[in-house]
């Protein structure tokens, strides 16, 4: 309450200075005082509520509530660039509060995240540390027991975007997979999911199951990466059905609604917040013959095509950029189409929709409407099919159907899906 008494005290100090210097009707009078306590009350109420909330913390960064449990264990870590406490690596932190990391494991674009989409990634030693790194992409994609040996504790702490091509859930179902064969406890640091908010999309069917989809889950599924690791163990979806032995640190302070900006780009070409809100929608033109921005500085956040000159007034020129994208598609050529910098990313937490429109209107604008789903890019995430979980979208669009058509198409499994979801929620 002491917020209220000092606002109110200031307030009426306020009020007595404005008394003595004018001369005031007593009904104005009561309507001034009447209007000081209301601010007074809407200035001491807001700070108590966000002194209740508190501020948001990583699983991460809440260093009691697992570091004495590593202690005196031989600990592998899966990690990238993204695992950061109080601003350096974890592993790098962990190492100074005295954990024992022996092996660590990184995702695509590699353990520094330097790596560009869809690059083979070579195991490797950690410069800085001396600690081997396996990398868990290409054709190595799950650790082998050799991988293994030694650890006695894995630890998970990689930040995910929300959307199922997003290749880093891929590898979680690996790991936890490696880890139930093998009888290793996996704690997961958990991370804010940025399109967390909403859920939506076609729900992948098994025949375009890939390493860009491995569950029955929507483009967006709305889960963290703890709450999505309870899905994989519940549903059965590891070999044999195993149950993975985990250990979730939670999140302090977090709903699904609550906005959060990644402190660090994800991957080389999610390298602003409004790429990562964009990309559930954005991704699936790389099934297309349209550039999404690779190859510039403002990767998910620009579509065209040298196709469209003389439709669309805006264009950019794709480039090769080492460590983002080096073989863009449409490489030195002038792209024409539409510039997403400006766009209201916030559509996305009121409409909780992706937007189908982007991809309707495009291809009935496209001159050669049969080379609109092919691409040049890599098979593994150029294919139209897997990107959408089902060979039904392609053709909707082919076919003219309506963006209403198409949502009602999703059902009923997208409320299935929502339904089974709440199961698996850690926060509100």
Known sequence: ???????????????????????????????????????????????????????????????????????????????????????????????????????????????????????????????????????????????????????????????????????????????????????????????????????????????????????PIPIVHGLTIGEYAQMINGEGWLINKLKCKLNIVKLANYTHQTPYTLPVKPSPNLNTQRSILLYPSLCLFEGTILSQGRGTLFPFQLLGSPDFAGQYKFSFRPISIPGMSESPIHKDKLCFGIDLRSYNVEKFRKTGQINLKWLIDLYQAYPDKSKFFDNNQSPQIGNFNRLAGTDALKQQIIDGKSEEEIRMSWEPALSSYKMMRRSYLLYK
Do not use: W
């Open 1 to 215: 309450m002491q917020f209220l008494f000092d606002s109110l005290r200031a307030q009426g100090n306020l009020l007595i200075k404005i008394i003595e210097s004018m001369k005031f009707k007593p009904t104005y009078l009561i309507m001034l005082v009447g209007i000081s306590i209301c601010i007074a009350l809407l200035q001491a109420f807001v700070p108590l509520e966000r002194s209740i909330e508190g501020k948001l913390k990583t699983g991460a960064e809440q260093m009691d509530k697992y570091v004495p449990y590593l202690k005196d264990k031989r600990v592998g870590m899966v990690v990238n660039q993204t695992s950061i406490i109080e601003g350096v690596s974890s592993v790098d932190k962990l190492i100074s509060l005295g954990v024992k990391v022996v092996t660590i494991f990184g995702p695509e674009h590699g353990f520094r995240g330097n790596a560009s989409a869809g690059v083979k990634i070579d195991n490797a030693v950690d410069a800085k540390t001396g600690i081997p790194i396996f990398s868990l992409y290409g054709t190595h994609l799950k650790p082998t027991t050799d991988d293994l040996k030694g650890i006695e504790l894995m630890v998970f702490d990689i930040q995910d975007v929300g959307a199922r091509f997003y290749t880093y859930i891929s590898t979680l179902h690996y790991v936890m997979e490696a880890c139930a064969e093998n009888n290793i406890e996996l704690i997961i640091l958990d991370r804010p999911n940025p399109n967390g908010f909403y859920v939506d999309g076609p729900v992948m069917e098994e025949k375009q199951k890939s390493f860009i989809g491995m569950h």
